[in-house]
């Protein structure tokens, strides 16, 4: 089956980010598919689907590779996985769910459907945001009143809609940590450390101050 | 290991194997004393064991970051925000198993293995002038050194020579020149503060740092030149900067005179009442925990500030009922460390054009300039602090900084980011009676043995000290044409410094002090303690140098005592 096929033909309800163990199964049956082998520890196969699609138009593959080639979206995951602290877990996952509300209400329709322009059109409307959105988002995230700072447990797979307002905004925040994250895991990633930038691993020398055309072409260093 | 299994009686102990305890076991043992030396921690060999010396981010699990399950391991470890990532955390020790307590939060960071924090140290290596011995003497905070600059010149000059220190001469009377290899270069941005400060003040400088990585082409005894990788606190494979494990055990295992014994804890000093000496010590072994005990005519101490002076505190007889030497009641107390994290930092934009090769290990150094003579006296406060920073171009923050994405991202991260400058101020700390460490023996450790209690904070004289250091960085930097420069004053516990010094000050006067000018023990000559323990003020320079030279000083004036049967002859007390 085709993956994309597949996950059109998952229903979800407004506002209402569920992903179950059907899924999942649908996901893992496309595995055969070239590219598409990953099962995230972390987020759900659903979320590290989109978190790639997101990835994909913040560092795109052009004449070097992008952010698909060199694995971030699985550093990503095992990043959130290992790494975080109970609580960026928690909001990660919250502001994952949040992007797919906002997606939906900007798009029509579900994330996972998405084609590569749905997801720049969402990321522009995001990322471009004029700065007095980007404070609104801000200002937006920092209020408390939402029904899901209410409940820490795991309402991102609970029934609990959230204001187009609310989805916004945390979708701004997951996009703007996405991209910060994404930036980090493609520096990084051994492509880009050893044959995209300057890899220097043992300079040997010091030179206090040189153009910077004639050290390492120009690129800056990797470690 | 076996030689040591079947053998109780050595002619010299040294306790640790940092910094010092290095120094004292190559002193001991090229001075022909049959030298055992101690260290509670496990081996590490030069080289072999420095797990992380050739990785790059991409080899590690999760880019360098330690996982969360990790780091509540070491979550008082992690107070300094910079030692506890994947590359180093292995050096540190686990808070879990080596618990202390806080009356007043105190940073304790503790490297148990043989190497000690020579390991992990920052490197720095500045000399101490003549007005920081005279320093408690004039203004009367503190009890007077025992010693003068003149006592201690020939030793640095012994230590420098061997440890190679790269830097320039500068010809300051605060901070006296060194025995240097070649300096490492400003970079263009370091310069512009130079000239831009040189240009506006006539009482302060901007000089290279001086640090202990080799600059030398021709090296040292298994040592190479610095390779500029900047991976110092991971081992270095080329031995470039100095440490017990590539320089002075290396040495001291050459004279075929020590035996070095791992994970074995020392935690009592054996004192006998009738000889009036210390006659060994009383260990835990840190595997089996079997308890064993050896025998030595003369002891060093060289466990680090704290744990020299637990064991001291540990060590009590009816002679010293409140702990080995401790007739002064200062055992313990006077504890000090540099305070820090204050200071300023600030963007370069006139050197897009600029960059470097090579990451160098240390960056430029502002020697201090408060209150070193009638001009430069502040009423605000005594005593000075002295800058540390370095510029650098930033990795990625410019594209971070703006929102972008896509082609336009990728071509930005490509190239080299802002250039960024920092300063960072260290502050001298006064000796205070009450800034103490004690023992509660109601919380023990996992070898029965009592745990540390810190109380200790920073009082009026560094918090007025931090706020001239703060306002004279922004106005270095403004004055050297930086852009964006914007201040920080952020919360500074003692420990954190990593420089803990003072519990078992050197004097003149048994009653106010533990030490000699020998570093003896006052009545105990046969114990010496020549770690951070010994100082009886922290001046504002990193004290490692300092350290090793009076370590090298205590350790010849030791072989000479042993050499002279002194050790051996009834001691006559004083009190």
């Known amino acids: 089956m085709n993956r994309r096929q597949a996950l059109k033909n998952i229903s979800f309800g407004a506002g209402i980010i569920v992903v179950g163990p059907t899924t999942l199964g649908l996901l893992q049956s496309c595995k055969n598919e070239p590219k598409y082998n990953w099962q995230p ?109 209410k409940d820490p447990t795991n309402h991102w797979e609970k029934t609990i809609p959230l204001s187009t307002e609310a989805a916004d905004a945390a979708a701004f925040a997951y996009l703007r940590n996405v991209r910060d994250m994404g930036i980090w895991g493609w520096k990084t990633s051994k492509e880009i450390g050893e044959n995209v930038l300057w890899y220097d691993p043992v300079p040997g020398e010091y030179i206090p101050c040189a153009p910077v055309e004639e050290l390492g072409n120009g690129k800056a260093m990797s470690l | 290991m076996n030689k040591i299994k079947n053998k109780q009686k050595f002619e010299a102990i040294v306790i640790g194997t940092g910094i010092t305890g290095g120094w004292a076991s190559k002193e001991l043992s090229e001075g022909g004393l049959d030298t055992l030396v101690l260290e509670r921690g496990r081996m590490v060999k030069h080289i072999e064991d420095y797990p992380t010396m050739n990785k790059d981010p991409w080899d590690f699990q999760n880019r360098g970051q330690a996982s969360y399950e990790e780091r509540q391991h070491q979550l008082k470890q992690a107070r300094t925000g910079y030692t506890t990532g994947e590359a180093s955390k292995h050096w540190f020790v686990d808070d879990l198993e080596h618990p202390y307590n806080e009356e007043k939060r105190f940073d304790w960071i503790r490297g148990y293995h043989v190497g000690g924090k020579s390991l992990m140290w920052t490197r720095m290596s500045f000399r101490w002038s003549e007005m920081d011995f005279e320093a408690n003497k004039k203004d009367g905070y503190g009890v007077d050194w025992p010693i003068r600059y003149k006592d201690l010149v020939t030793w640095y000059e012994k230590v420098e020579n061997y440890v190679g220190i790269s830097g320039k001469n500068e010809e300051l009377p605060q901070l006296p020149d060194s025995i240097f290899t070649p300096e490492i270069a400003l970079n263009c941005v370091e310069q512009e503060l130079k000239e831009g400060v040189e240009a506006n003040y006539d009482d302060r400088k901007v000089i290279n740092s001086r640090v202990a990585n080799l600059t030398d082409p021709n090296g040292r005894e298994g040592r190479g030149p610095c390779q500029y990788r900047n991976r110092c606190i991971r081992g270095c494979p080329y031995g470039a900067y100095f440490s017990s494990n590539s320089s002075t055990l290396p040495a001291a295992e050459r004279t075929g005179m020590i035996s070095l014994r791992p994970n074995s804890i020392v935690h009592e000093i054996i004192y006998d009442n009738d000889l009036k000496r210390a006659t060994g010590v009383r260990v835990i072994d840190a595997e089996t925990n079997e308890k064993l005990e050896f025998y030595a005519d003369v002891i060093f101490c060289c466990a680090g500030t704290i744990p020299s002076a637990s064991i001291l505190m540990q060590s009590r007889s009816d002679r010293f009922p409140n702990g080995l030497g401790n007739d002064s009641g200062e055992l313990g107390h006077n504890l000090m460390d540099h305070h820090f994290k204050v200071g300023a930092s600030a963007r370069a934009d006139n050197h897009e054009k600029d960059y470097y090769k090579g990451r160098k290990p240390t ?213």
């Open chain 1, 41 to 149: 520890q972390f987020l759900s196969a659903g979320q590290g689907l989109i978190l790639e699609k997101i990835l994909d138009v913040i560092i795109p593959t052009g004449e070097t590779p992008g952010a698909t080639d060199v694995n971030v979206a699985q550093f990503i995951d095992i990043y959130m996985f290992k790494v975080a602290a109970p609580k960026e877990q928690r909001e990660f996952k919250e502001a994952a769910g949040a992007f797919s509300v906002a997606f939906k209400n900007e798009l029509q329709k579900e994330a996972e459907a998405g084609e590569t322009g749905d997801f720049e059109r969402i990321v522009e409307k995001f990322l471009r945001a004029t700065p007095t959105q980007k404070e609104e988002f801000a200002r937006r995230n920092g209020e408390t009143q939402d029904p899901m700072d």
């Open chain 2, 363 to 575: 960056g430029f150094f502002v020697p201090r300039f408060r209150n070193i003579d009638e001009k430069s006296t502040m009423k605000e406060f005594v005593r000075g602090y002295g800058m540390q920073g370095g510029a650098s171009r930033s990795d990625w923050t410019r594209a971070i900084g703006e929102m972008n994405y896509g082609k336009e991202l990728k071509e930005e991260l490509l190239k080299p980011g802002d250039w960024k400058i920092g300063v960072n101020c260290f502050g001298e700390c006064l000796p205070y009676h009450e800034n103490k460490m004690m023992l509660d023996y109601n919380k023990l450790d996992n070898w029965g043995l009592p745990t540390v209690t810190f109380d200790c904070e920073y009082k009026e004289n560094e918090m007025a000290m931090r706020k001239d250091a703060r306002d004279q960085a922004v106005a270095m930097l403004k004055a050297a044409g930086f852009k964006d420069v914007s201040p920080y004053d952020e919360p500074c516990y003692p420990g954190n410094g990593i420089h803990e010094m003072g519990t078992a000050r050197m004097g003149r006067d048994p009653k106010t002090s533990v030490l000699n000018k020998n570093n003896q023990i006052h009545n105990v000559p046969n114990v010496y303690v020549t770690d951070g323990a010994c100082m009886a003020s922290s001046a504002s320079q990193n004290p490692s140098l300092t350290y090793m030279a009076i370590t090298a000083r205590a350790a010849n004036h030791a072989v000479e005592q042993f050499k002279a049967e002194k050790f051996k002859q009834p001691i006559k007390q004083t009190i």
